[in-house]
């Protein structure tokens, strides 16, 4: 099955297209231009590079946030666009849940919220198996300090994990 992610809540968008449940293209977008700007552009480059067409697409998958309003609306309103003209599934993820360590252990996913915070979840890895621990929140700095001392593993769009 044939697969097109989209993540647009930071500003660093990225799609991937997985065959079944390997990565077979993945680009992150260039944070100078609007990602608005760029993300059709990539998505051809991925149909291109891969040999694949849309037609090829059995599901879409798109990044709800929490995070940029603007970046979630254009991720948004793409996937369903493709979906809709494709007449195929499209299923919203939270994006937090795609900040990932590839290691076992625990966790915490982070998004700057841009207010003065960060937008965070908690998890763990056993055996390769991904736990939430916490569901979606908004911390200020100071909470998000105090309440992540002991998480050995911060992850964030910008620390590539």
């Known amino acids: 099955m044939i697969v097109l992610l989209i993540e647009m809540s930071t500003e660093r968008g990225c799609i991937a297209l997985f065959k ?3 990565l077979i293209y993945h680009a992150t977008l260039n944070s100078v231009i609007p990602n608005s700007k760029n993300l059709f552009p ?6 291109t590079a891969t040999s ?5 697409l059995k599901l879409l998958i798109v990044g709800v946030g929490p995070g940029s309003y603007t970046g979630i609306r254009v991720g948004a309103v793409t996937a369903k666009a ?3 003209s494709l007449n195929i599934p499209l ?3 939270c994006s937090l849940e795609g900040f990932i360590p590839k290691k076992d252990g625990p966790f915490a996913s982070m998004i700057d919220a841009k207010i003065g915070g960060v ?4 998890g ?3 055996g390769g198996v991904v ?7 908004l911390y200020s700095i100071e909470e998000a300090v105090s309440n992540l001392k002991e998480i050995p593993v911060l992850v964030t769009p910008k620390s590539g994990s």
């Open 20 to 22: 079944n449940k390997d």
């Open 42 to 47: 990539e998505i051809i480059k991925a149909f």
């Open 52 to 56: 694949l067409t849309p037609e090829d």
């Open 82 to 84: 493709l979906s809709l």
């Open 91 to 93: 299923v919203g993820v």
């Open 119 to 122: 937008y965070c979840q908690t």
């Open 124 to 126: 763990v890895i056993e």
């Open 131 to 137: 736990k939430n621990l916490s569901k979606p929140s």
